[in-house]
T-cell receptor, first 115, second 112 residues
């Protein structure tokens, strides 16, 4: 199993530009989570999906952030327009619940730098 | 840019010694607890978990202890190795919720 796949691994952009982060969860997992990690705030949950449906987006910082999951194998997190304070590492994680397994498996992250 | 960040607690341990990393949680409704390890430049990696109906669980070289009375969780690593150097996070999840809350983490430094 390839694990959770995220792309790009690094993104450098200028303030005001649109940024799209991508995630492919582990096949068969029905939960997908997006997290942001900064030195200031640690690891924060932004949004999570169950069976491709957004369940809790209360962690999304503002309307500039949006996330979609068009199918079970793909999700995007979009920031438009981006700001320097969005600079962070963004992690995607997936989780299955069959057989009692409910551990999250994290991807390698996307390091975003907004200049 | 950010000039002030979280001050991670740091634990320095001699190679071969046992390590104990502690975590206090706040939500008495939490019923599932997990320890994650995060190496530099990587995502958090699951180590071991425990449910609230247990007070101890053992894995390979790791043991998690749960004290619900004082809302305390600990991770014990036996015979610590240089490869154990990382930031360790405890995480909790309340009954009936899918949302996991992570602690700030503890940095473990293994001295060869």
């Amino acid at each position: 199993d390839a694990g959770v796949i995220q792309s790009p691994r690094h993104e450098v952009t200028e303030m005001g530009q649109e940024v799209t982060l991508r995630c492919k969860p582990i096949s068969g997992h029905d939960y997908l989570f997006w997290y942001r990690q900064t030195m200031m705030r640690g690891l924060e949950l932004l949004i999570y999906f169950n069976n491709n449906v957004p369940i809790d987006d209360s962690g999304m910082p503002e309307d500039r952030f949006s996330a979609k999951m068009p199918n079970a194998s793909f999700s995007t997190l979009k920031i438009q327009p981006s700001e320097p304070r969005d600079s962070a590492v963004y992690f995607c994680a997936s989780r299955g619940t069959s057989g009692g397994l409910d551990t999250q498996y994290f991807g390698p992250g996307t390091r975003l730098t907004v200049l | 840019g950010e000039s002030v960040g979280l001050h991670l607690p740091t634990l320095s341990v001699q190679e071969g010694d046992n390590s104990i990393i502690n975590c206090a949680y706040s939500n008495s409704a939490s019923d599932y607890f997990i320890w994650y390890k995060q190496e530099s430049g990587k995502g958090p990696q699951f180590i071991i978990d425990i449910r609230s109906n247990m007070d101890k669980r053992q894995g390979q070289r790791v043991t998690v202890l749960l004290n619900k009375t004082v809302k305390h969780l600990s991770l014990q690593i036996a015979a610590t190795q240089p490869g154990d150097s990382a930031v360790y996070f405890c995480a909790e999840r309340p009954l009936g919720y899918q949302k996991v809350t992570f602690g700030i983490g503890t940095k473990l430094q293994v001295i060869p």
